[in-house]
Nanobody
Framework: QVQLVESGGGLVKAGGSLRLSCAASGRAFSIYTMGWFRQAPGKEREFVAAIKWNGGTTLYADSVKGRFAISRDNAKNTMLLQMNSLSPEDTAMYYC?????????????????WGQGTQVTVSS
């Protein structure tokens, strides 16, 4: 059974940084594209970033491009999201996501497994 566990969220002041981690288990990690999503109160869940199974290609939402960096360590079954220059608009629950199919390209849609989320709160 696929399990995704996020960590690293917290409270930070505007302009600060946080690094989120997603630990995956239950299947071979290195052949699956992975993604990050977020959901703010009263809003729909939105795509943040995705990384190809081999780490060779990344995809970002326009709102985070240049401030966030997604990476992965296939030897440790871990995905990271480095978030810099945070603003109150980044406040949300952040979710790690994985697709059901292997060897896919990074995308904004096709994810079938989700973690429980980690809360990020940015104060002004």
């Amino acid at each position: 059974q696929v399990q995704l566990v996020e960590s690293g969220g917290g409270l930070v002041k505007a302009g600060g940084s946080l690094r989120l981690s997603c630990a995956a288990s239950g299947r071979a990690f290195s052949i699956y594209t992975m993604g990050w999503f977020r959901q703010a109160p009263g809003k729909e869940r939105e795509f943040v970033a995705a990384i190809k199974w081999n780490g060779g290609t990344t995809l970002y939402a326009d709102s985070v491009k240049g401030r966030f960096a997604i990476s992965r360590d296939n030897a440790k079954n871990t995905m990271l999201l480095q978030m810099n220059s945070l603003s109150p608009e980044d406040t949300a629950m952040y979710y790690c996501a994985a697709p059901r199919l292997a060897f896919t390209e990074p995308n904004r849609g096709s994810y079938g497994y989700w973690g429980q989320g980690t809360q990020v709160t940015v104060s002004s």
